[in-house]
């Protein structure tokens, strides 16, 4: 039975993560991937795999090699689920800055 990835699966490794990093300047092969980490190529190319299956990175074949790109309409489904998180914080945010200023003024009144 083959389980269904999604994209924080995805993103949830680091490894994973620092992929998309590299692929967001420029289209890579697999052994130029590899060739940024400590790791065998092998688990490199497991890892690409299961970015390609979530989606998140395309393959595109020239000629005998295989060079990956990110796809950043995936990534926009990512950026919008964290939203929801960014208006919470920035609230808490404000909230915080209201404090600091009241704290500010009444040092400011002794």
Same mark, same amino acid.
């Given at each position: 039975?083959?389980?269904?990835?999604?994209?924080?699966?995805?993103?949830?490794?680091?490894?994973?993560?620092?992929?998309?990093?590299?692929?967001?300047?420029?289209?890579?092969?697999?052994?130029?991937?590899?060739?940024?980490?400590?790791?065998?190529?092998?688990? %490199?190319?497991?890892? +690409?795999? &299961?970015?390609?299956?979530?989606?998140?990175?395309?393959?595109? #074949? *020239?000629? @005998?090699? %295989?060079?990956?790109? +990110?796809? &950043?309409?995936?990534?926009?489904?990512?950026?919008?689920?964290? #939203? *929801?998180? @960014?208006? %919470?914080?920035?609230?808490?945010?404000?909230?915080?800055?209201?404090?600091?200023?009241?704290?500010?003024?009444?040092?400011?009144? %002794?």
């Amino acid at each position: 039975m083959r389980l269904r990835r999604d994209i924080f699966q995805a993103i949830a490794d680091p490894t994973r993560r620092a992929i998309l990093v590299l692929l967001t300047t420029q289209t890579m092969t697999a052994g130029d991937i590899a060739s940024n980490f400590d790791t065998s190529r092998p688990t %490199i190319s497991k890892h +690409i795999q &299961i970015l390609n299956e979530c989606d998140l990175i395309e393959a595109n #074949q *020239q000629g @005998r090699e %295989i060079h990956y790109q +990110i796809k &950043i309409d995936k990534m926009k489904e990512i950026d919008k689920w964290l #939203q *929801q998180f @960014r208006k %919470i914080w920035e609230n808490r945010f404000n909230q915080l800055d209201n404090v600091l200023a009241n704290l500010k003024n009444k040092n400011n009144e %002794i």
